[in-house]
């Protein structure tokens, strides 16, 4: 082979593997940049929008001199804007010019306003109904504890040192009347002061006889230690009438006689016949149970709906489905921090002596939101020609005492009985004397037949309404029933007189329309159909199943009562939802959001 021959072998040779590995290079490069193109395509396509805005910005300033700075809007539905002057679609009014990006001012109060889909406002079930009054009634309920009356309850202790010598009530339980005696005590201190107090009588007549009118000092100073003698023995615990019975007897007896200072019921007794006592032993605990304490503790949230003298319900696990009643008597000025609660004082009658004290109880009181007040229902009767003679003792206490002066009353004469307790009545206004409420006037013949309760006059105190006071008849004890006849309660057993209130309504909205935000409650008013403003409200306690509205709202405003929910989350979740106010502005800060 030549060498030109061999020469151009080798170059062959040489293209070749150059053009082998140029395939092979461009393979890898291949590769290589696919590997990049997968690893970085964000950064590739954040590069690419980036280089599209800026393209598209720069087209848009060139177009913006030659396309207005103003738009046209409806002042009474803003969601209408046009580009050009015109009217509203909806309303036909005037569209207002705005220049563009500028925010529209919302009413005084609205913190947000956003629009919905008739789509939206069907699936959700979203409904709208006006604000309106309501008879709310709080019912506020608490357990408390029975007590015996501090002013009805007397400790018997040994008035000198000595020993007894008789038990005249020797037992636990005995009912006992007002001065009947209880126990004498042989005691030698109670003869020696008796014989004191004797003897300084005896120097004053003395004294009085001998020195007549001429020496006023000396019959000043006998005196006095007359009255000192017996002002010892009255502050060791003796009466009057007991004191009068040794000065008129004269004669110094070496024992004493305790007497009881109440009528009532023995909770106590300490000692024996044949016991030594010192001056200030404790013999008797004496109670009358007729009328007894309840110790209510009130939630502190509750405290509002509690006014002194207002009827209590109390029933009890002993007595299954019976009502005992009572009136607030005091109010405790102090809030025990423990449990936050205040305690209540309750009177309730005990006559049949079923409630016994350190008994649980629970109390339930009612009371209306708004004022009310007593209506009077007939016009004064004249008096009759002649005064009847009752020989019992007014108010009567006994049924038979209650019927011997009824029956003495002439037809259509007036008379006084308490709504607790028919068989206390009288001939003139005063305070029952067993549970203390103020008794009521009725007329002989006059007496209300019961009749069936009228469901439409009761529920009429529950529905909404645009007038704020109306008149019914209710029982004391049951305030939310309203009737529109009168007579006695027929809601429960109580018996009680209905009378006539003029009872006030309170603005109010259902519980469901209230969207509580932790810092606010908000509610949804409808200003035109699909169209909702956001109110900051402020409301009362919740009483059953709505709120009184205390600011925020005036009466006959279209709140959403169901699906509020809904409306506040397609506020939060709108794009607009920037502009709406945060949480710490202040409502006048807010923007709108459509």
Known sequence: MSTTAKRRSFLGRILFFLKFLEIRLRFIAILVVTALLVGYWDNVQNYYERWQRTRHG?????????VSDTEYYCGMHPFVVRDRPGKCPICGMDLTMRKKGVAEALPEG??????????RIMQAGVQVEPVLYRFLVKTARAYGVIEIDEAKRANIAAHFPGRVEELMVNSVGATIGKGQPLARIYSPKFMAASEE?????????????????GNPDEKRRSEQLSEA????????GFTDDQLDVVVKKGVVSD???????????VIEKSVIPGQAVDEGTPMYTIADLSMLWVQVKIPEADIAAVKSGMPVEIDSVAYPGQIFYGNVDLIYPVLDTDNRTVKVRVTVANADMRLKPGMYVNAVLRSPVGQY???????????????????????????EDADAFLASLQEDAEYYVCPMHPNVVSNKPGECPLCGMKIDKAA??????????????????????????????????????????????????????????????VLSIPEMAVV??????????????????????????RIGTYYPVLDGLKLEDRIVSRGSFLIDAETRLNPGVATQEPEEAKPDAHSQHQ
Request: hydrophobic share 40%.
């Open 516 to 541: 509580d935000t932790g810092n606010r409650q908000i509610v949804y008013v409808e200003t035109m159909p699909g169209v909702y403003d956001a109110h900051a409200v402020t409301l009362g306690q």
């Open 197 to 213: 107090y004797l003897r300084a009588l005896g120097s004053q007549k003395l004294v009085e006889k001998v020195a007549g009118d």
């Open 110 to 119: 609205v913190l947000s306003r956003v629009q919905v889909s008739p789509e």
């Open 373 to 399: 007040t007593g209506v009077a229902e007939a016009k004064e009767q004249p008096e009759t020609k002649a005064a009847v003679k009752v020989p019992t003792v007014l108010p009567t206490t006994k049924q």
């Open 255 to 265: 024992s004493v006689t305790l007497y009881a200072p109440l009528a009532g019921t």
């Open 444 to 505: 002989k013949g006059h007496e209300a037949v019961p009749a069936a309760p009228d469901a439409a006059a009761v529920s009429a105190a529950d529905a909404g309404s645009t007038e704020r006071w109306f008149d019914g008849y209710a029982c004391p004890m049951h305030p939310n029933e309203i009737s529109d006849v009168s007579g006695a309660c027929r809601f429960c057993n109580c018996g009680m007189k209905m009378t006539k209130w003029r009872a006030e309504r």
């Open 58 to 66: 720069q087209s848009a300033v060139v177009s913006e001199t030659a």
């Open 229 to 236: 003698a017996r002002r010892r023995l009255l502050l060791a």
